[in-house]
């Protein structure tokens, strides 16, 4: 088969692969309906993130088992699953506590943009849904496997509260689909930072009730001028930079809450400058699988459709357009059909 193979910066390939097979009898092997490209992706991409050698791209995926190793026993073949970017047997002590994404089996996913992918610890990692979806469901579905369960996280950790206030540093995806979540988990009030009018707009569909265009310092003021002078009680980083952790501190309210998503790039906190905040912090790789069923019925059901953030939808093997559509953002959100 074919997939996508990051060489080196902006290189991105769509080359022949060996099949995915069985491994361990705990896996599953999925024929994908769709997988996308993430914003994280776009680290490796940019030469930010080194790669030491070709290395196959992807980690959201959704689609059809294929095949399931002998000792899986919840999935079979012929289901619809979605799964996280994370494996996970979702039996272990960090499983239980409900952070799937530092199970003691985890394997992080790669190689989900191509036609067929192998799932360890299928029976951890996948949720099927109640039958086959629609076609129109599916970039939906396929959203809750990463973006809308970090999302959702970035929310939970940030500890988002009914009648509350949140803001959301970071206009992309995630950032987005943080604004969804955050809104579902009863916001009364969702502060979007972002600079680009697609994205703003987006953001209002999703529930933002203001905009915020200015960065850094002048951000933070921003918020403070919105909040009366008090900070929110809630901030989602969705971005991993210095500049973005920092707007999300300050702009918190004393005993409120940070919820980090963004994966770190050079970010260093001052412990005394924190110290004296009182603010809290939680983040890290999101725990999608803890998410999964009720984010799975919210999409099912209709009662959201976070699909909407791919604005952008190629075949497969235009995979080096959906990179270079995104890393130029002339894309929030690229989708691809195998």
Known sequence: MKGAVLYGPRDIRFEERDAPRIVEPTDAILRLS?????GSDLWPYRGISPVAEPTPMGHEYCGIVEEVGKAVKSIRPGQFVIGSFATSDNTCPHCRYGYQSSCVHREFMSGAQAPVLRVPHAD????ATPELPP???????????DVLGTGWFAAVAAD???GKTAVVVGDGAVGLLGVLAARQLGAQRVIAMSRHPARQQLARE???TDIVTERGDAGVARIKELTKGVGADSVLECVGTQESMMQAIHATRPGGSV?????????????EELFY??????GGPAPVRRFLPDLIDLVWSGKMNPGKVFDLTLPLDQVAEGYRAMDERRAIKTLLRP
Do not use: K
């Open 135 to 145: 076609a129109e469901m599916i970039p939906g579905l396929l959203a809750v496997s």
């Open 259 to 271: 919820g980090y998503v963004g994966v770190p790039h050079g970010v260093e906190l001052n412990g």
């Open 124 to 127: 951890g990692t996948l949720v």
């Open 206 to 208: 999703f529930g933002a």
């Open 277 to 282: 905040t009182h603010v809290r912090l939680h």
């Open 160 to 162: 988002v509260q009914p």
């Open 34 to 38: 769709a997988t996308c490209i993430c």
